[in-house]
């Protein structure tokens, strides 16, 4: 059963998780965008300021191909936002580790600065913490969706197909119990007097039907028995002859 029917983009979980990848994708976007404007050398190890923080050219691809994928993942919503969020969120904190790795040396690619750095780590664990809010937190409520689905639970809302026939089945019965009550208390209308005999006959019926098959069941045993002694005898016959 796949996780998007516990996971409607309604959700509230959901709507937490697009909004979150909404923001920062709307953000990346945006510095993404401004980097272009200032036409940035696209290899630079040593960036311009946009936004307070140094970028290049490839930078700035970067974060409006990132951003797009966030903005994609919040327009869908349910799981695949959740799950891009966080995934992105751990690219983002192993982005900064390896950057700060090589700051100040030729392979800054990304022409990232410590304020570059700090702010890759503390954008990767938002992202991590959004993508991953009520899902892998401890002390989730029952009703909870990724609960219910690890448990193999129907979703909340939607009702098994067993339940469901039952449910059908009650009601399809509840005439009949109704009429069957009015008639035990003495008020049944001649509607539901003609229902209860009409439900006594088929009963009735069925209950000789079964009766008949029975009596037919046994019989035929009965003849098989027989035949089997039968033909018993005559091979003892042979034996003595």
Do not use: C
Not at 145 to 150: E, H, L, N, S, T
């Amino acid at each position: 059963m796949r996780i998007d029917r516990y996971l409607p983009p309604e959700h509230w979980l959901s709507k937490v998780y697009r909004a979150g990848a909404a923001a920062f994708g709307g953000g990346l976007i945006a510095f993404g965008v401004l980097g272009f404007t200032n036409n940035l050398g696209f290899f630079s190890t040593s960036g311009t300021q946009i936004l307070g923080l140094s970028s290049n050219g490839l930078l700035s691809l970067i974060s409006v191909i990132v951003g797009a994928v966030l903005i994609a993942a919040a327009a869908v919503g349910g799981p695949l936002a959740s799950t891009t969020t966080a995934t992105i969120g751990g690219l983002f904190l192993l982005s900064g580790l390896l950057n700060l790795a090589v700051l100040d040396t030729a392979w800054n690619l990304l022409a990232f600065e410590i304020q570059n750095v700090v702010f890759s780590l503390v954008a990767g664990m938002l992202l991590l913490f959004v993508g991953l809010y009520g899902r892998i937190s401890g002390g989730l409520p029952s009703d909870n969706p990724f609960v219910r689905y690890r448990r193999h639970e129907p979703p909340e809302g939607e009702v098994p197909e067993q339940r469901a026939r039952e449910r059908q089945r009650a009601e399809e019965l509840k005439p009949l119990a109704d009429a069957e009550v009015a008639l035990g208390e003495g008020h049944a209308t001649p509607e539901q007097e003609r229902l209860v005999r009409t439900e006594a006959t088929r009963l009735a019926r069925a209950e000789r039907r079964r009766a008949y098959e029975h009596y037919a069941h046994l019989q035929q045993a009965l003849r098989q028995q027989r035949g089997g002694g039968a033909a018993s005898g005559n091979a003892e016959e042979e034996v003595q002859r």
